[in-house]
């Protein structure tokens, strides 16, 4: 069974991981049914923690879980705690494959989608 | 005349603010002619600041400036930082007219671009 995780920074202002949900369920709707769970989860500040999603991704039957960083540089998030935070609960789950995806800054997408933000004004 | 202005967080890590950097080379080659200047800013940590790149926009004669904020979300630096910068800057040019676009993660398209990754993988 497959699980779509949208993994966050995570904020102080609760509005800001509201932002996050709400891309989730928008995720969730246009993902189609290849997915049987899309959920999202936050690397510091904000509820539930990216070890906390996993273990509930496993505990509904996820075999397969797609990672999505939503971060747009590839800092130390990116590249250390996210693989880091993955890494201890692959040792959990062995059998459980996960596969990380593109941080969303490296998709070269974004020009476009600033480009249609500057044309809709 | 108009000027595009991508501003950007700024990092420590110099590789993310040349990732902006990049973006905005990217941004510069896609926008066409209606821009005579396309550039970047950082709020923090990098520069040029914002204030010295509106400075920089304005000596090579612009009257129009368009801002994209670079943030996923819609926390104190968009909704408080990042215009107490360019209210500072207005005082100096009244005549400067500045529009103030979505900042990134407010864009609808976010989520196809995630699915967009989610399918290249």
Redesign the interface.
């Known amino acids: 069974m497959k699980s779509?995780l949208?993994i966050?920074h995570g904020?102080r202002?609760e509005?800001?991981n509201q932002?996050?949900r709400q891309?989730t369920d928008?995720?969730r709707i246009?993902?189609g049914t290849e997915f049987k769970q899309v959920s999202c989860a936050f690397l510091e500040l904000a509820e539930p923690s990216i070890e906390a999603e996993i273990d509930h991704c496993v505990q509904q039957g996820c075999s397969e879980l797609?990672i999505?960083p939503?971060?747009?540089?590839?800092?130390?998030h990116v590249s250390e705690d996210i693989p880091q935070a993955i890494a201890r609960k692959q040792a959990d789950y062995p059998d459980l494959r996960v596969?990380v995806?593109?941080y969303?800054?490296?998709?070269?997408?974004?020009?476009?989608?600033?480009?249609?933000?500057?044309n809709d004004?």
Chains 1, 2 share one sequence.
Request: glycine share 4%.
């Open positions: 779509l949208l966050a904020s202002r509005l800001s932002e996050v891309l928008q995720l246009q993902a797609f999505l939503y971060f747009l540089s590839a800092g130390r596969v995806l593109p969303l800054g490296a998709s070269p997408q974004l020009v476009q989608v600033l480009l249609h933000q500057l004004s």
